[in-house]
């Protein structure tokens, strides 16, 4: 069978295949090296300690709140979204005429601090909030000292 396209069509659609692929007509396939990818990581998840790694999860929300509890008008809860990952994400709040720093700012300036500390996107005009799920070890610790050092300095 002879199929007959633009050149321009042709190219954008080789640009689509598997790495090494030469033609268009199999852009679809699922290549061995994904299939391994997926087995390992399939594998992994049903050896993980689902019950230990939420655990983790929660003393690293735990470790953010309890420093950021220390000073003056600030709240802080732990809450999973009803939306998304089951995972738990740390929000904290502060009284803007004791702190007087937005929540933007502040997820502003932790990101253009060292090291660079990322808010999540769901942070809104009255919450900053974290997620600790994809924190490695020590983590926790860092964005705690920074929060709160961020937080001292707006203090009035």
């Known amino acids: 069978m002879l199929f007959r396209s633009r050149k321009d069509l042709i190219e954008a659609a080789r640009l689509n295949t598997s790495p090494n692929g030469t033609t268009i007509s199999r852009g679809m396939k699922v290549n061995k090296e994904e299939m391994v990818g997926m087995l390992a990581a ?7 300690d689902h019950a230990a790694e939420r ?16 000073l003056k008008s600030v709240e802080s809860d ?16 502060w009284d803007p005429a004791v702190i007087k720093l937005t929540t933007r ?23 900053l909030v974290f ?6 070890k020590g983590d926790a610790e860092t964005v705690a000292k920074r929060t709160v050092e961020l937080l001292k300095s707006a203090m009035v």
């Open 42 to 48: 399939v594998e992994r998840f049903l050896k993980l």
């Open 78 to 93: 732990i809450v999973v979204p009803p939306i998304a990952n089951n995972v738990p994400h740390l929000r904290i709040k």
């Open 131 to 136: 997620g600790v799920w994809m924190m490695q």
């Open 55 to 70: 655990r983790e999860w929660d003393r690293r929300a735990e470790v953010i709140r309890k420093a950021a509890m220390k």
């Open 105 to 127: 700012e502040a997820m502003k300036k932790l990101r253009d601090g060292s090291p660079s500390i990322e808010a999540c996107p769901m942070t809104d005009k009255e919450w």
